[in-house]
């Protein structure tokens, strides 16, 4: 079964500074890997998501994440955290076979504040 | 496109009420999800459908929910009798289904309250 565990529910960082965002999945298949972002009283968005290829991918609004298989993490990243990007951020893993195909697995969120 | 709509945006009721959230997805999307967001439990997903027809319905909380998808535009879920534990926000969310790389369009959200 697949499953996503994201370290920290809160995130804080200066203007400027790095955002680190921590997410561990688990999946007894290849998996495919989605970063979503909500800002306030909105619904998800997808920032990036990682299928194949390449295991660095790059999002919208300067995030990154890169797949790393043998550490079984999917970490997304910004070099200059702006004030915009303070909202909540959900890892993701999509469900293989079955009744869980196309079905996405989710973390319980890590709130990013960016602190001026 | 306009996006999946959901209707109604806000939702303030009583205990005992019954509550119908509406969903119109993307067109063209043959799939559709219904999650319910809470601080306690985060984002759950209560049941989904492949070309109209439910998929997993093992997250629906108890036979208070229900959800239909008549046609391939518009999806309800209704919980009836309500109850204040029920308040949450609820997501619908559409994609065109077939692998698991599809991303998932989400709507705007429902925003119930039960007193």
């Known amino acids: 079964a697949q499953s996503v565990t994201q370290l920290g529910s809160h995130v804080s960082v200066s203007e400027g500074a790095l955002v680190l965002l921590r997410c561990n999945y688990s999946?007894?298949?290849?998996?495919?890997l989605f970063w979503y972002v909500q800002y306030p009283n909105q619904g998800l968005q997808l920032l990036l998501k990682?299928?194949?290829?390449?295991?660095l991918v790059k999002g919208i609004n300067g995030f990154e994440a890169e797949f790393k298989k043998s550490e079984t993490s999917f970490h997304l990243t910004k070099p200059s955290a702006h004030m915009s990007d303070a909202a909540e951020y959900f890892c993701?893993?999509?469900?293989?076979?079955?009744?869980?195909?196309?079905?996405?697995?989710f973390g319980r969120g890590t709130q990013l504040t960016v602190w001026p | 496109d306009a996006g999946v709509i959901q209707s109604p945006r806000h939702e303030v009721t009583e205990m005992g009420q019954e509550v119908t959230l509406r969903c119109k997805p993307i067109?063209?999307?043959?799939?559709l999800f219904w999650y319910r967001q809470t601080m306690m439990r985060g984002l759950e997903l209560l049941i989904y459908?492949?070309?109209?027809?439910?998929?997993?319905d093992s997250g629906m909380p108890e036979d208070r929910f229900s959800a239909k998808m008549p046609n391939a535009s518009f999806s309800t879920l209704k919980i009836q009798p309500s109850e204040p534990r029920d308040s949450a926000v609820y997501f619908c969310?559409?994609?065109?289904?077939?692998?698991?790389?599809?991303?998932?369009?989400f709507g705007a959200g429902s925003r119930l309250t039960v007193l």
């Open positions: 999946s007894s298949v290849p998996p495919y």
């Open positions: 990682y299928t194949t290829g390449a295991t």
């Open positions: 459908f492949n070309n109209n027809v439910p998929i997993d």
């Open positions: 067109s063209g999307h043959n799939s």
């Open positions: 969310a559409s994609t065109k289904g077939g692998t698991g790389a599809n991303v998932l369009t």
């Open positions: 993701a893993v999509s469900g293989f076979r079955g009744s869980t195909l196309g079905r996405l697995y």
